[in-house]
């Protein structure tokens, strides 16, 4: 298969690359800064999803899927995390891209039902405008993506470095946690579930949530 990933050199884009890559898809790194590239095994192609003058159309030429790892900390923008998205459920269906895959966040994830677990008082402020922007983006799937199938994939509480497992469970809207209350999983296991969502499509047009 061959995917465009856009986000391909941030910290949760590039495992997913390496996942794409360790089971033979083909990549293309759709990036703002192609010098940050230092794969030599995926086509890099130039793209910003803020500047209108970018095509989608041209940057996901060729490709069967797209996977979206878009955050806006680092520069401050996290309007653009909604809005990146509605432009991708606009676009990606005249680029005959029907498949779109994209990094969520575990913030809209309800820890009690109708209660989400950004509102909980001891959310970290440091990461509360980052969640509720990924509550707008997936808001915004569930409104507007009525031709693409989507899926948005939510990690656990805490995602951290470290290495493969290769298990992981699956949920839908409520946080998953383990017999001890907690909510982790690695960034190589969450890559290998986004992976493996990529293969099956087994939860197409939902939110699923991975988590130890």
Do not use: C
Not at 99 to 118: F, M, Q
Not at 181 to 194: E, F, L, N, R, T
Request: aromatic share 6%.
């Amino acid at each position: 298969m061959k995917i465009a990933i856009i986000g391909a050199t941030g910290w949760i884009g590039s495992q997913i690359v390496e996942e794409a890559r360790h089971r033979g898809h083909e990549v293309i790194a759709l990036v703002r800064q192609p010098e940050k590239v230092t794969r030599d095994d995926v086509e890099v192609r130039q793209f910003d999803l803020l500047d209108n003058h970018h095509s989608v159309q041209q940057a996901v030429a060729d490709a069967d899927a797209v996977i979206a790892a878009v955050g806006g900390r680092a520069a401050g923008n996290h309007e653009m995390v909604a809005n990146s998205a509605k432009r991708l459920i606009d676009e990606l269906p005249a680029a005959n891209v029907k498949r779109l895959l994209w990094v969520g966040g575990a913030g809209s994830l309800e820890v009690s039902p109708g209660v989400e677990l950004v509102s909980l008082p001891d959310f970290p402020n440091a990461y509360k405008a980052e969640a509720l922007a990924q509550g707008d983006a997936l808001k915004v799937f569930r409104k507007h993506a009525h031709t693409l199938d989507w899926t948005f994939v939510s990690p656990a509480a805490e995602i951290f470095p470290g290495d493969k497992i290769g298990r992981y469970r699956v949920g839908a809207d409520t946080l998953l946690t383990d017999d001890h209350g907690d909510s982790k999983i690695s960034v190589a296991d969450y890559a290998i579930a986004m992976i493996d969502e990529l293969e099956s499509g087994a939860h197409r047009r939902q939110r699923i949530g991975v988590a130890y």
